[in-house]
Structures are given as C-alpha cells and as structure tokens.
C-alpha cells in the first residue's frame, strides 16, 4: 500500500509539473484526465458508498460552470471556482431530501430528470434573456487552471478515501446494505444520505467551473450534457467501486483510449466503449481496480 | 422500576385493527415475553415502540421519555434497539464490520475507535461469534444470521433489546445455546429484553411475565404458570 | 382559444399519444419482469425506422409490410441480448445483487453500439420518405393518411397486447411474473422462458413504433434516446410494470404535451415532460395510475 500511495504521489506530481516540460497537447491531456478523476471520485462519494446511483451528476458540473460564468470578471477567479462549488453544494443540499426519499432504479432515473429538467431550463432563461453562448474574455493562464484541476482531483481522491475510512463511511455502507437495518441500529440515514449527496456535489461544480474558464465558452446544451453523467457512472464503474484507486484507473483508461480512437475514428470509439462496457459488466464486475488487485496480490 | 411503559396504543391499518388500546409496563431487569398466533399484532407492536410505524392512538414512554415522532435511529441512540424476525445482515460486511457500525453510531456518545473495537469483541464473545469475525455476515448460516442480529443490538449499547422470533428456525441444540445465551447476557449485562417467540416452551422457561395478544388485543397478562393454566389463551392456541 | 376546443389539437394529441403509449408498452414489459432498465429501448425504434426507411426506398415495400419485418429483427435482437448478455449476467448472483448498475451500463453499452453502428453504416445524415402524405380534411380536421394510419395501429397493437395479456395464459404467467417473481417460480411459470419471451415482444414493439415514427419524421441514428426518455415517462406516471395504466399514461402525456405546448411555446415541450417525470416522481414513485400499497 506505501508504494500505491507513493505511486500516486508521483502520479499527481507529473501531472502539476507537466506545464514546464510538456506540450500544450499533453497539457490538455492531464487536464482532461484530472478532471474525470475528480468527477468520478466524488461520484464516487455518493454512489460507490451508498449505492444511490447518481445518474445525474451533470447538473452539478452545470451549475458550477453556469455560477462561474455569471460570476467571472466580477470577482476574481479563484473565488468564482470556490463560489461554484458552494452552489453546486447548495444545490444539492436544497433538492437532496425529496431526491433522497427515492430508492433504486427510480433514483437513477429521477436524477437523471433532474439533470435534463435543469438544463432545459437554464436553455429557456439563456434564450430569454437573448443569450445563445457566452464568450469570457481575460481566462487564467492554461498552466493554472491545470494546477487548479489537479489540485480537485487529488482533494476529491483524499476526501473519498477519508470517508471511506470513517465513521461516515461505516454509517454509509450500512445504508447501501440495509438502510431499514441501519437506521434500527442508529445510524441516521436521512441525515448521512445528504451529506454524502453534498459532499459529492461541491467538487464537480468547482471542476465544471474550471472547465469552463478553460474552453471560456458557455452555452447551456453543452455545460448540462447528459454524456458527462454518462460517463462519470462508466469510468467509475469500470474502475471498480470497491476503492479510491478505481476511479482514478477508470478515468485514466477512458481518457487514453478516447486519445487513440477519438480524434480519427469516433464511432469506432464509441463502438469499442460500448463493448468494454459490456466485457466489464460479465466479466469483470470488480472493475480495473479488481484487475489490479488480483495482479499485485493486494486488495 | 419501569423501563418501557406503553399506554393504550393502538394502530389501524385501513379497516384492520392491528392493535387495540394494548397497555403494557417493563420492569427494568425483565425477560417480558409476547405471545400470540400469527397475525396477532406482536411485530406491529415491535415496530410502533422501536418508530418504524407511529401508532394511531397511545403513547410509548421509555426510561422516562415520550418516544413520539421520533425516527428508530434516535430511538435507538436513547437505548432501545429491536432485531427482526426476518434477519437484515448487513450481507456485504463482515461480522465484525456489522457490529462496529452499531457500536459507532448506536449511542448517544462519540466513542473512540479502541472503544468501538472493545464494544465488538465484547458482542462476538457474547454470541460466541469471534471465530468468524471476518466472514461476509451474508454467509453465516442462519443460526449464526439470528445471532448477528442480537450482537449488533448489544453493540449499540441499548439497555433494552426487543427479539422478534430469534429461535424460529434453530434446532433445539441452537435453542438451548440461544436461551444459556439470552440468561447470561441479562445478568452479566444488567440489560432488559422483550422477546417474541414461537417456541413457546423457550418462552416460558425464560420469561418473567407475558403478554398474549389475540387480534391486536391483550388477552392475558400474567406470570407463565398462570398463562399456562389460562382457559382463553389455551383456547386461542390450541383450539 | 378556439384552436384549443378545436378537433385538430385531439388529433395531434391522439397521434402523439398512440405512439408514446407503444413506445412505452415496449419497455414496461422489459421493465416489469426483468426489472432492467433498459435505456437502449429508443434505439429499437430507431432501428424499426430504418428498417421501414431502406425497405421503402429500395424496394418499395410498404411501411405496413416492413411492421412484420422490423418487429422480427428487434425481437432476434431481444433474443441476442437476453441469451447472451442477461441470462449470463442474472445466472451470478454477485452480478444480479447491483442489477440496477450492471443493467444500467449493459445497455448503456448496448445502445451506443446500436447507434454508432448505424452511423457508420448509414452516415449521420437525418433521412425521411413521403408515404401517404395528402392531407384529408373530415368534420374541419386536417390530417394526414400516414398519421392516421400511425394512430390506429399504435392503438391497435396497444390494445390487443393488452387483450392479449389479459385473456391469454401467458399473459398470467407474466403478469404473475410482474408481481411476485418467486412465487410466480414456485407455481411453475417457466421464469426463463416468460422473460425471453417479454424481452423479444418488448423489443418488437419497439421497432414497430419506429417504423410508424418513419413514416411522418426524419430519421437518424440518435434520434432513439428522447423516445427513451419519453417512455420511462410515460411508465413512471403510469407505474412501472403496470401494463393498462402505461397505455392509459402514453395517451394523457399526449394530451398534456399537445395542449400544453399549445398554451405555453414549443420551447417549453422538454421543460414540461421532465418536470412531469420529476414531479411524479419525487410525490408518487409507484405512479399516478396505481393504487397505493404499502407493506
């Protein structure tokens, strides 16, 4: 375990130092990359924990993203990211009970609504007000947003591995195994689904902030996209839910194969994605996390 | 003294009078014992006191406070904890893992991480399952299942535990152990239980006083002798 | 306020309403005895759509004919997915314990197979056709023949599942399946069967939905996802694995789309079906149509 956490020290530190030595390419690269790792890990918090699905996790990237926009040139940027993770959080912590009340498949799909509600009307208030995309002009340098965006995927990394290994965690583990079972032995259920719901919403509002402030364009159709919350569940999934390192394994899988196949041929991408997904569900249902366990002998 | 005092609770479901105006005190020390056929209202009963279902009238006081409106997790913080007849394990966990989230969030106190992990070992000896403490608890047989559920009530700490039916299903062998179990436990422990059984024999070996209920009304209230010579309730069980 | 009592808004809705009745028909028999959710299921209708589109195109074949055709390619489709995919993923009982998740990603992959695949085969490119396209006016409606006919076979094959279900022995057995799977076993319903069965006619009326949405939209390769969306609508309101109260729900969404909009602007149409679907949602989670129970 020492040399997984040194290994993901050394990870996390190639990504920071990548402006100094490498091309605006592979800066785009570890950008891309740091940004799913955060966004899977604090999906992560939620949904590996408590098995709540979150099929929604777009809306909070969106509302990040939509805060920052509204919010840039008015005050400096690093509190327009922290501004759009506290409204991602506020978000959740206002629609969290109702949403909560909802178990299973309904949940996946009520958060799924959720999502493409808030997008729509977001579209409706955009064009309303006459605005079909927003230009930001006087971005951070690249060099900074990219420290920023590494800098949330090792905070969201720390921050499930420290509820997982907590009493928090123990609270939420029981809930994913028998919430009527949990809540007899005192574990407040409504209270703790909440906060995990929270807690896995502030962090991709910062990252949808950042995004943002990196393509400085804003069109409402794109920052509330459906595939985001696609694909958070899948490279998660795929990384495995049974620890932190899955989502990272996930992200970086997803990310390297979208870099080879993308760019020439995107259908076939999206066609050997669909068969990953498959192979993985039958075949390895513990994730690349599990492959790898199974490789290093470790759990 | 008086640990649980139930004051004419009843609960309707639709047309159907689950109970009906049922009274009832647990003294602090006791082995209280339920009895009544199927249906009769015993689980209900369970769930009105632990707050899974608010009653429909009465009130359930315990250790000198009212328990309305509150959820079963404060509930179970003020020290009263139910099992459940069909066993909810936590399956994914270990046995171990099982008790230390009662053990953390069972009582009203923030423990430590050593105090949790004495709590659990204390609960695995009790129920003598510390030889398989590492097991996923959805593995262990289902007399090891009914056992896990009455450590995880001990581990939150509850001075009164509530079992729904936690021999039904065990050989004699495993009864006999349940009952050594259950006896040691109130002594040692100093803790209050309100047992619901089928085994009506275990029942009446361990019981201090029973109630029998019969479609939601208590039809008897006594000591087991007594019970056992009572023409309505040999009438309701045996026809 | 006129065009509002008037027959030509009925009309619309009745069209509308037949289609998301059947869409939705489709995946609350998938829903109800598999309890997968099958978000894959708009991309049968857009293979249904294809199927009518090169059929009449290359050889001329009628959309009528071409219901047979795309309801026999679905349902093989049903029958691949379910003997190659799901009996495998149901049989383990680590696979089946997070059904939701590996149902969810199974056909997540499954969909973005179907879609990419027909992009690369077809193109991207939106395709249409005309087909009984004159306009006929009776008592001062105007409609089309090709929507005419989409209502009255949507609402014929929605009713006669329906009969179906309730008068034939299979349908007990999969209305048994529906709502007690173990019991339903344990009085000798062949579960494997019933489920194959439900996965490949929940899939064929899926492509016969598309082939009468060809008939009067454009089509193309990811046009499937909002019939998705549309049908977990239409069953959430309706109560997932209630079939009548589905049909009942497809028509009232119909309804309400049509008159809504009608009211308000188009540019409100998404806005009211997913505030509708969270709305239900979030107060009835069984459904509108049901009677509530609760254990």
């Known amino acids: ?299 | 003294m008086t640990l649980l005092d139930i004051k004419g609770v009843s609960k309707r479901f639709g047309g159907l009078m689950a109970l009906s105006d049922v009274s009832l005190q647990v003294n602090k020390g006791e082995i209280f014992g339920l009895m009544g056929a199927n249906g009769a209202g015993k689980t209900t009963l369970f769930s009105v006191i632990a707050g899974h279902i608010p009653p429909t009238t009465g009130e359930v006081v315990f250790d000198g406070k009212r328990l309305a409106g509150l959820s079963p997790d404060r509930i179970c913080r003020l020290g009263l904890c139910r099992t459940f007849q069909i066993v909810r394990p936590f399956a994914g966990l270990s046995v171990a893992e099982n008790l230390r989230v009662a053990a953390l969030y069972g009582r009203a106190r923030k423990l430590s991480a050593t105090e949790a992990a004495q709590i659990v070992d204390d609960a695995l000896d009790a129920v003598g399952l510390a030889d398989r403490r590492h097991l996923d608890a959805g593995r262990l047989t289902l007399s090891g299942q009914k056992r896990l559920e009455i450590a995880r009530a001990l581990a939150t700490g509850a001075q009164l535990v509530m079992l729904d039916e936690v021999m039904a299903g065990l050989n004699p062998t495993e009864v006999g152990t349940m009952l050594d179990t259950l006896r040691r436990l109130r002594t040692e422990r100093d803790l209050t239980f309100v047992i619901v059984e089928h085994v009506i024999g275990a029942l009446m070996t361990l019981s201090d006083r029973i109630l029998v209920l019969d479609h939601g009304e208590c039809i008897a209230f006594s000591t087991p002798e007594e019970i056992g010579r009572n023409e309505r309730v040999a009438e309701v069980y045996f026809g | 306020m006129d065009t509002l009592l008037s027959g030509q808004l009925l009309f619309a809705a009745l069209v509308s309403g037949s289609l998301y009745a059947l869409v939705a028909l489709g995946l609350n028999l998938v829903y109800g005895t598999l309890r997968l959710l099958n978000i894959a299921h708009g991309d049968l209708v857009m293979i249904g759509a294809y199927t009518a589109f090169w059929m009449f195109s290359l050889f001329a074949v009628p959309p009528l004919v071409s219901l047979v055709l795309a309801a026999a390619l679905c349902a093989l489709l049903g029958w691949a997915v379910y003997a190659g995919l799901f009996r495998r993923m149901l049989a383990k009982p680590d696979l089946a314990k997070r059904v939701e998740a590996n149902s969810l990603i199974l056909f997540y992959g499954i969909s973005v197979i179907l879609q990419n695949l027909t992009a690369l085969a077809f193109s991207s490119t939106s395709r249409g056709y005309q087909y009984l396209d004159t306009v006929i006016t009776w008592q001062g409606i105007s409609m089309t023949g090709n929507r005419l006919l989409s209502l009255g076979v949507a609402a014929t094959i929605c009713f006669g599942t329906l009969l179906f279900l309730r008068f034939h022995l299979f349908g007990w057995g999969l209305r048994a399946v529906i709502e007690r799977r173990e019991a339903a076993q344990v009085v000798g319903v062949n579960l494997n069967r019933v489920q194959l069965l439900t996965i490949c006619g929940g899939f064929a009326v899926a492509g016969m939905a598309g082939v009468l949405v060809s008939m009067t939209e454009q089509i193309t390769p990811f046009m499937g996802f909002p019939f998705t969306i549309v049908a977990f609508v239409v069953i959430i309101i309706g109560g997932l694995g209630n079939i009548g109260a589905g049909i009942l729900a497809g028509f009232c969404l119909g309804l309400v789309e049509t008159f809504g909009i009608a009211l308000t602007s188009p540019g409100y149409r998404s806005i009211l079906i997913y505030g509708l679907f969270v709305g239900v949602l979030m107060v009835r989670p069984e459904g509108i149509f049901t009677k509530a129970v609760r254990s």
């Open chain 1, 1 to 299: 375990m020492r040399l997984g956490s040194a290994l993901w020290i050394a990870l996390a530190g190639f990504g920071a130092a990548v402006p100094f030595f490498g091309s605006t390419y592979l800066m785009g690269v570890v950008f891309q990359v740091a940004m799913w790792i955060a966004l899977a890990q604090s999906w992560s918090m939620l949904s590996a924990t408590t098995g709540y699905l979150s099929l929604g996790h777009a809306v909070f990237y969106g509302v990040g993203a939509y805060v920052c926009v509204l919010l840039t040139g008015i005050i400096p940027f690093e509190f327009a990211i922290l501004a759009a993770a506290g409204s991602a959080a506020l978000f959740a912590a206002l629609i969290g009970l109702p949403v909560l009340r909802v178990r299973g498949p309904y949940f996946v799909i009520l958060t799924y609504g959720l999502s493409e509600l808030v997008r729509h009307v977001v579209m409706r208030i955009e064009s309303a007000l006459g605005s079909f995309g927003r230009m930001i002009f006087d971005v951070p340098a690249q060099e900074v947003l990219l420290w920023w965006m590494v800098g949330l995927a090792v905070l969201a990394t720390l921050g499930a591995y420290a509820i997982r290994h907590s009493r928090f965690g123990a609270g939420l583990a029981a809930i994913r195994e028998d919430e009527v079972a949990a809540q007899t032995i005192g574990v407040p259920v409504t209270r703790l689904k909440l906060l995990a719901f929270i807690a896995s919403a502030a962090i991709p509002g910062a990252v949808g902030g950042l995004a943002l402030l990196r393509t400085s364009y804003f069109e409402p159709a794109q920052a509330f996209d459906p595939v985001i919350s696609f694909t958070i569940v899948t490279m998660a999934l795929v990384g495995g839910t049974d620890s932190v390192r899955g989502p990272i394994l996930g992200a970086m899988g997803f990310a390297l194969l979208s870099e080879l196949l993308w760019s020439t041929l995107p259908q076939l991408y999206m066609i050997v994605l669909g068969l990953t997904l498959i192979v993985f569900v039958l075949f390895v249902p513990r994730g690349l996390s599990g492959l790898v366990g199974r490789i290093g002998g470790a759990r």
